[in-house]
């Protein structure tokens, strides 16, 4: 089974990601988080098959909980989804190895992101 954690501030965005992917993974067990810091501790607890951030939360920013993942858990596909996508942060995500999709979360935009995950 795959397990996806998907993370964001907005109940909505969530609710909406969410319902995008199970459209296309029936059988994915989804979790979600509405901050970094238990984003955090859930991913490096359950060791998900794929974690979408958000990248503009109040408190830890997807970029700051991408870091922590990548230093503590390397094997972990992340990918960055956000409506903001400043230089500054599409530079720390190329460091880090992490891909940025742009938002609103629409079918294609998912379908690359679920493409992270590899061959079904």
């Known amino acids: 089974m795959t397990n996806i954690l998907v993370v964001d501030d907005s109940k909505v965005s969530r609710t909406v990601v969410g ?4 459209n296309r993974l029936p059988q994915a067990a989804i979790s979600e988080a509405g901050d970094g810091r238990s984003a955090l501790a859930m991913a490096l607890e359950a060791l998900p098959d794929l974690v979408v951030l958000d990248i503009n939360m109040p408190d830890m920013s997807g970029i700051e909980v991408a870091e ?3 230093a503590q858990a390397p094997q972990l596909r992340i ?3 956000t409506a903001n996508v400043q230089d500054a942060m599409r ?8 891909p940025i999709f742009k ?6 935009v ?7 995950l590899g061959p079904a």
Not at 103 to 108: D, F, G, V
């Open 79 to 81: 990918a960055l989804l």
């Open 91 to 98: 530079n720390k995500a190329e460091a880090l190895g992490v």
């Open 103 to 108: 938002k609103p979360a629409k079918a294609e």
């Open 68 to 70: 922590v993942l990548r």
């Open 19 to 22: 319902g995008l992917i199970r």
């Open 110 to 116: 998912i379908d690359q992101i679920l493409a992270l």
